[in-house]
C-alpha cells in the first residue's frame, strides 16, 4: 500500500495524474461498493489471504452480490462462514461452492495445496466440539495448511492426550477448541513449544454461561503462549494459526 | 436429637416432666443465647464435630465471649476461621490458642490424632495458593484426620502432576486448590478414584474476576466426582473432606 | 495403573517385551480411538465405575458407536445421560436399553443390587425439580447405591422437611436439588451430619437467572460439609454421592 | 396536598391571591432551595415521617446546613444515616445528636414513644449482619415501633429459629437481615403470617459478590409474603416496616 | 400451630394422647403427601390464606391431583398462577376452574367480597406491563382486597401519573409494575405516604437483559418505603399488598 | 405548557374558569385515558414531535385504538416501531399505513420534506447492521430530516471509511451503528467535530453477549463527542439526532 | 484537514512541494511525538475545541511535557481531567492553571465568554452527584457555554423538579447527572423538547453496583431524545452538549 | 522429552537402567520439588525458553529459593513478572538483579540479542496503557527479540496510527494495547497481514469494569488475525509474540 502511495504521488508531481483523478484514487480504489457492502479488493494484496464472508445477518441475495463484486475482480477464492444449509441451497442458483454442514462454511473455487512451515494441529475436548474445530480446520486448509485432527482428548482423561503428546511436538501451531471447563489450552500449552490458539465452545449447560466459563478459564491460562479468541469462533482460530505458519514466508 | 424427642414426650407421659418444662426444653436447650449470637451447643452431638467460628466481622469480645459460652458447656476444643493477626492477638488475653498466620485460622484445645479411614491428600495450582490450602489442611486435622500436602502441581506442567499421581492414587479424598483457570480438579478428578473437592481461589488477575473464573472452570468439570465449595473456602473444603473420610465411623 | 507402568517396565527389563511395543503400549493401550471419540476402556478398572456418555451434541451414530466399541471390550453397563426421546428411539435400533424420560437417562445392561455403605436421600425443593432428581437418583441407582426420595420438602414450608427429619438422619450422603432460591441445602446441611450434595436447578424465572440463584445460594451455605455441582448436573451429583457412598470399601 | 392546591385555587378565584403569587407558591413552596440540596419541608405533612438525611457523600457543612433549614421550618426529628464517626464527631459542634456507631446512624431530637399496631421483629442469620439489624432497628424506633431483636438464628441450624417461633408469630412485620445465601427470609417467611421485609447484607466472602447473592436468593424466596430492599439497606427496611405497620393509623 | 403443640402436649400429659400417637402427629399432619408434592393443608390456619399452586414445570395430572388433596381436606379456593392455556383446558376435565389468559392465572371456587383495610391501586408504567399487573390484580382480588387498575402512567409522561394522584393518595398499598427503566416505583413512591411493592417485568429489549435493569433501579430507588419482589413476579406482590392491606385484621 | 399553566390561572383569577374546572383541566386535558393507554395529546405541542407507539406488546386491536384516539385529536402523523410483519399486516384493516420489514417499522401519514439544519450521516460497521440503521434512518426521515446511509465501514478496513471522510465531514450528527467490537464508534467520533450518537446492535455471537460488548466499548469510546443509546435502538438513535439536526429551529 | 489534502496535494502538482515532503508531511503534522505521547495538535481546527488531557495514569511530568508541546504550537487553552489534588499541586511548578478540587479539573489559559445557542441545564439526582455534575459545568463553561445548575431534584421528590420546569423549558440542551435509579434522565426526558444527555454515578451502594444500576436505567429510558455516556462521565457530557449548542455555528 | 523416554526405555532394555531407578526417573526428573513450589527444570529443553518466576502472591524468600534451585541447574536467565518496588528492593539482598518499575518486572542475567525472524511492533491506545506494553517489550526483549515502542496511537486520532503505518507493515507481529473501547487490536488489524496479539488493560473507570469492556471488545474484533490474553497480561503477550517471532527457527 505505502508504495501505492508514493508511486501515486510521483505521478501527480510528474503531472501524469490529476490533483482530482489522485483525490479519487485514493478513496475508492481499495474497495468495491455495492451499496450494502464495501467488499474489499485488496485484501489479498494487503493481507495476503483471499477474501472472507461472514454469512450470517447477510441474504442470499446480499452474499451472491459480494461473489460477483469478487470474481468481476478476478478473486476467484471465496470462504464464507456461518451459512445454513438453506442458504448454501439457495446460494447453489448463484455459485457453485462446496458447504461443509456440520462446520456450517462453504467454499468457492479449489482447495489449494498444503505450503505452509509445518502442521496445525486441531484437539478437541470432547465429541461435541467437533462442529468449532471443523470450521478452524477447513479455514486453514482452505489458506493453505496441512491440518491433523485430534478429536476428544479432554484433560478428564489425560492419559488419551498424552498418548498423542508426539503429534502435539511436531505441530507449529495447535488450535485448542473445547467447552465446559476449557482446561485443554492450559495442559497442552504446558506440552508443547509452539503457539496455542485456544477456541472456547459454547458447549456444555448450566454454569458454562454459553462458553463464557471456557473463555475465562483460557484466558487465565497458566501456561505461557496461549491466547484466545472468540466462543465458538472456528474461522478465528484457523486464520489466526494460518498466519503464524506462513509467517517466515512473508 | 430424635431420642431426646421420644425420650421427653415419654417423661411428659409419664408425668416426670410437666408440660411448660417441656416446652421451655424443646426450646432453650440446643444453644446458649448470648444476645449477638446463639452459641449452638449441639452440634457436637449432632453433627459429630466440634464448634467453628467464623471470625471475620465479629469483634474480638464477641470471640471471647462465644468461647467462654463454649467452654461453659464443656466444648474445649474450638477452630476459628478468619482471623486476623491483630485479633488473634487481642484474643490472647481471654483465651489461650495456636494461630497460623498463613491460613488466618486459630485453634483452641490440642490437635487430635488422626482417626479417618485414610489419607486427604491437599494440592494446589501454585504458590499463591497454599494460604487457602492450609486452611483446608489445618481444618481437616483439627477434625481428625492424616492430610498430606502437595503444593504447586498446577496443570501448565502436568507432569508434575503425574509423577505424583501414585501419592494421588492413594487418598480417601483430594482438595485441589486453584485459581487462575482452575483445571486442576479436572485433571485430578480424571487420575484418581475417590471424591475430589475443588477450591477455587482468588488469586490471579484481571479475567480471574477475583475466582469467578476458576469457579465456573470447576463446576463445569468434565470429570465425574467433582464437587465445589466458596471461592478462597478451605475451612469447607476441608471440612467435607473430613465428613466423607469419616463416612464409614459414623 | 502404577502397577501396569511398573509390570511393563520389568517386562523391557527382562526383554520380554521391545522398547518399541512398550512406547506403543503405553500411548494406545487406555483407550480406543474412533476418531471422533477416545473411548474410555480402563476406567471401570482405574476409577471403579463403568463408562458414562455425555449424550448431548452426540448424534445417534456416535453414541452407538461408542457403545460398540465398549462392547466390544466386555463393557455391558453404559449409562447415557442427556439423551432425548427421539434418539433414545433411534438408538434402539442399535443397542437395547431403558429409558427414563423425566431424567432423560439411559442405561445398557442390567441395574445392579445396592452395595453401597447406606443410603442416599435425594431430597428437591419442589415438584419441579424432580427431573433433575431422577437422574441423581438413576445414576447413584445404577452405581450399586439404595436410594431414598424425598420429593417437595422446600424450605418455605420447613415443617415438611423437619417432619421427614429422621429420614435424613439415616442417610450416608443427602443430595438437595432445588432451583430459586436454592435454600434447601442450607437448611438440611444443618440437620444432618453427613456430607450434602447440592445441585442447583435452571426452574424459575425472573431473577433466578437459568440458575445462577440457587447456584449463588447453595456455594454460599452457612452449613458445614456442603459442596455443590453444576447447575441441573444430576449426573454429578448422583456420581459423587455414589464415591462418597463405597469410599469405605476400595 | 391536594386541598392545598385546591385551597390556593379558591384563594385565587376570589381574589385573595394574585396569579404571580399562586404560580411562586406552587413553585418554591414544598423544598427549602439551599444551593446543594432541595430540602424537603412537606415530607411530613405529606408522607407522614420526619425528614431523614443520607450522609454519605454530602460534607459536615452540607449536612448541618440541611438541619438549620429544617429547624427553621419546625421539623426538630431529623434522622442521618450512613454517618462515619468522624462526621458525627464534627457535626457536634454544629447540632446535639445522639451517635450510633454501629448502625452508623444518628439521630436529632427525642425518640419517641412506640405508638404502631405491633412489633417489628428483625431477625439475622449471624452476628455479622447485626450493624445492618440496628440501622434497621434504630430506624424503625425513632419512627414510633416497637422492635424486638432476634440475633444470629441463621438457616444453618434452623432449631434457633423454630425455638423462637412464638416471637415470630407475634411480629406485625418481620425483617430479615442475611447474608452469604440469605435463606433466612424464606424460611421466617412460611413461618409467619405478617409481611417479611428482607435485607441481604454484603457479609460474606468469594461468591458472595458483596452480597448480590443473598439479595437473588431473598428476590426467588418461594415463601410468599417476602419483599426486598437493597443490599445493606437497612434504613429501608426499617422505614418500610413503619409504614406498615402505621398502616391503619392513616 | 403454637396452641397445637401446646394442646397436644397437654393431651399427651394427660394419657389422653400416647407418646407414639404425638410423634406422628407432629410429623404427618400439617402436610399431605402425595409423592410428587407435600401438599400444605394448614397454610390458612399458619398464614390465613388458602393455598396457591405454582402451575409451571407441574404436568396437569399433577395440578388435579393437588387440588384433589385439597378438596378432601377443605380447601375449596385455589389459585393456580403461571398456568398455560393448554394446561388450563386439559385441567378442565378435572376440575371446574375460571382462567385469565392474559395474566396466565386460574382460580378454583368463587372470588370473595374485598374486606382488606383500603383499596390496592396496581399502576404500570406501559401497556406491555398488563400481563404482571393484571396477576398482581387477580390474586389481590382473590385474597378478598379491592384493586384499582391504573395502566400506562409511566414516567416518560409524568403529567399522566401527577393527573391521577388522588387516586393514588387514596390507596393503602400501591403496587407498581414496570420494565424497561423501572423509574416508576420511585416517583410513585416519592409521591404516596404507603408502601410501594415494586414489580419490575421482563418488557424490554437490549440493555433491558430481561428485567434486570428494571429490577436494579427499583432496588435503589431513592425514595423511602419501596420494596421489590422478583422480576414478573405479579402474584407475589398481589399476596404481599394483601398481607399488608390486611395486617390490621389480623 | 408553561403558559398554559400561567393563562388558566388568569382564568381562574377573572372568573372566566370555575376552581372546579380548572382542578379537571390541569388532571385530564394532556392525554386521552383508553383504559390500556393514556395517549399523550401535547407532545407535539411539548415535544415538537408527533406520537411514536412502540409495537413490540401491544396488541394489533391495541395499537388501532392508539390510532384512533390519534386521529380524533388531529394527529394525523404516526410511527410505529418493532412492528412485526403479521401486525402490520392485520392492521391494514384498521389505517392505512407504509410498513418497513427491515426495519420492522410502520408509518401513518405522509413522509415530511427534510427542513433540518443539515445532514445525518448513518454509518454502520457491517451489513447485518441494516436493520437497525434502516429504524433510524426512516425515524429520522419521518421527523424531517435528510439522510446519507453509508454501510458496511466497519473499522476492520479503516481505508473504506477514510474513503468517505468529506462525507462525514459534512454532517450535522452522525449516527454509529454497529454490533461486534462497536468500535466505529470511535473512530468516526476522532473524525468529525458534530455529535456523534452510537448504537450498539445485537449482531454477533459467542463474546458479543447480545451486544452487550458493543455498547461497553461504546460507552468507554475515547473520542469526545460521542452518546450512546440502548441497544438496536435505531428509533432512539434517529430521534435523538432529530432534536439535535433541529436545535437552532426552536 | 480535506482541504489541507487538496492543498498539499496542489502544491505537490506545481512542484511547489516534492514528493517526500508531502509523504513526510502527511504522517508527521498533525500530531507531536514525544514519545510517551502523540500529542494531537489539529484538532482545534479539525473539532473547533482546545486539547483536552486525560490526567489519570499520566505522571505530573507527563502532562507538563503535554502542556509543553501544546504551548509551543500556540495551543494556550487546555483542560485537564480527574487530576488530583496532589497532581494539581505538583503541576503548578510547570504550568500556572486554575484547578476546582470538587471536579477534579484543572484549566489552563482564561475562561472565554459563552457563545453558544443556548444554556446547558445541569441537573442532578442528589448533593452527593455534584462531583460529577461540576466536571460537566466546568467542561461546558470552559468550551463557550452558559451553565444552570440544579443540583438535588430527584424524582423521589418530583415536585422539586416540576418547579423548575420553567428553567429547564429554557434549555438548549440538558445534561441528568444521577446515581442510584438514574431515573431522573426519563423524567426530564418526558418534560423538555431538547436533547438530554445522561450521566450515570457511581454514587450509591449495594445494587448499584458502581453505578451500573443508574447506567441501565438510563440505557432503557422510555423517553425520547435522551442519550447516555459513561458511569461519572461528566466531561463527555459537557463536551458533547457544547457540540450540540454550537452545532447552528458551525 | 520423548527422546528421553525412549532413551530411557532402551536403557532399561540393555539392563544399564533398572526398572526402579526408570521408575524414579519419570517422576522426579523434570522439576526441583522444594515444598512450596515444584521448579520446572526441563522447560528451557522442552518450550525452548527460560523459566519465569509469576512475583505476585509470593513472598521474597520463596522467590529467592526458586532462583537458587534454578541456578544449581544452570538456569542463570531468569524473569521475574509481576514484582513489587519492594520486593526488588529486598530480593537484592540474595539474588543480583535488574528492576524495571513501570513494568514491575526483574531480570536475572544479561539480556540476549535479539534473533527472531522480524520485529515486534508494540502499539498502545493511550499513555496509561505503557506500564502493561513495557511489561510485553521486556519480556519479549529477554526472550531475544527485536521490539518497536508505537504508544498513545489510539483509534480516536486514527491519524495517528495511519502516520505509522509503515513502521506496523514492517511487524512480524504486533501487540496492541488498550484499555476503555480497546479498539485499537481491530483497526491494527485491518491495517497489517501479520498476526496481531491484543492485551485489554484494566484502565479506564466507570463502564470499563476493570479492563472488561476492552477485553469484551478486542473478543469481538472483526479483523481477523487478532487473538487476545488476559487483562493487563503484557508477559503472556510478549512471550506469544515471541513463539510467534521463533516459529521458524524451531
Redesign the interface.
Known amino acids: 500500500?505505502?508504495h501505492d502511495?508514493?508511486g501515486m504521488?510521483?505521478q501527480?508531481?510528474t503531472?501524469r495524474l490529476?490533483?482530482d483523478e489522485?483525490?479519487l484514487h485514493?478513496?475508492?480504489e481499495?474497495?468495491d461498493d455495492i451499496?450494502?457492502?464495501?467488499v474489499?479488493l485488496h485484501?489479498k494484496v494487503?493481507?495476503?489471504?483471499p477474501e472472507?464472508i461472514?454469512g450470517?445477518?447477510?441474504s442470499v441475495e446480499?452474499i451472491a452480490g459480494i461473489i460477483d463484486s469478487m470474481k468481476k475482480h478476478d478473486q476467484e477464492h471465496v470462504l464464507i462462514t456461518?451459512l445454513s444449509q438453506e442458504k448454501s441451497d439457495a446460494l447453489s442458483a448463484y455459485h457453485a461452492h462446496n458447504y461443509n454442514k456440520a462446520a456450517r462454511l462453504a467454499t468457492v473455487g479449489e482447495m489449494p495445496e498444503p505450503d505452509g512451515?509445518g502442521k496445525i494441529v486441531i484437539a478437541t475436548?470432547?465429541?461435541?466440539d467437533?462442529p468449532v474445530a471443523e470450521e478452524a480446520a477447513l479455514t486453514a486448509e482452505f489458506l493453505g495448511n496441512q491440518v491433523v485432527r485430534l478429536?476428544?482428548?479432554?484433560?478428564?482423561?489425560?492419559?488419551?492426550l498424552?498418548?498423542?503428546?508426539?503429534l502435539l511436538?511436531d505441530a507449529?501451531?495447535v488450535i485448542t477448541v473445547a467447552?465446559?471447563?476449557?482446561?485443554l489450552?492450559?495442559?497442552v500449552?504446558?506440552?508443547?513449544?509452539?503457539?496455542v490458539?485456544a477456541v472456547?465452545t459454547?458447549?456444555?449447560?448450566?454454569?458454562?454461561?454459553?462458553?463464557?466459563?471456557?473463555?475465562?478459564?483460557?484466558?487465565?491460562?497458566?501456561?505461557?503462549?496461549?491466547?484466545?479468541?472468540?466462543?465458538?469462533?472456528g474461522?478465528?482460530?484457523g486464520?489466526?494459526a494460518n498466519?503464524?505458519?506462513h509467517?517466515?514466508a512473508?
Not at 451499496?35 to 464495501?38: F, L, Q, V
Not at 494487503?46 to 489471504?49: D, H
Not at 498424552?162 to 508426539?166: D, T
Not at 500449552?189 to 503457539?195: E, R, S
Open positions: 500500500m505505502k502511495t508514493r504521488l510521483e501527480v508531481a503531472g490529476s490533483v489522485a483525490l485514493l478513496k475508492t481499495p474497495f451499496g450494502y457492502a464495501k474489499d485484501r494487503r493481507q495476503g489471504s472472507v461472514y450470517e445477518g447477510k446480499q456461518r512451515i475436548g470432547g465429541t461435541s467437533i478429536y476428544d482428548v479432554g484433560v478428564a482423561g489425560v492419559h488419551r498424552l498418548a498423542n503428546r508426539e511436538m507449529a501451531v467447552g465446559m471447563e476449557g482446561a489450552a492450559s495442559v500449552g504446558g506440552l508443547v513449544d509452539c503457539p490458539i472456547p459454547s458447549v456444555g449447560y448450566g454454569a458454562s454461561f454459553g462458553g463464557l466459563s471456557a473463555l475465562l478459564s483460557m484466558l487465565n491460562s497458566c501456561a505461557s503462549g496461549v491466547s484466545v479468541v472468540n466462543i465458538d469462533n474461522f478465528g482460530a486464520y489466526m498466519m503464524i505458519n509467517i517466515a512473508r
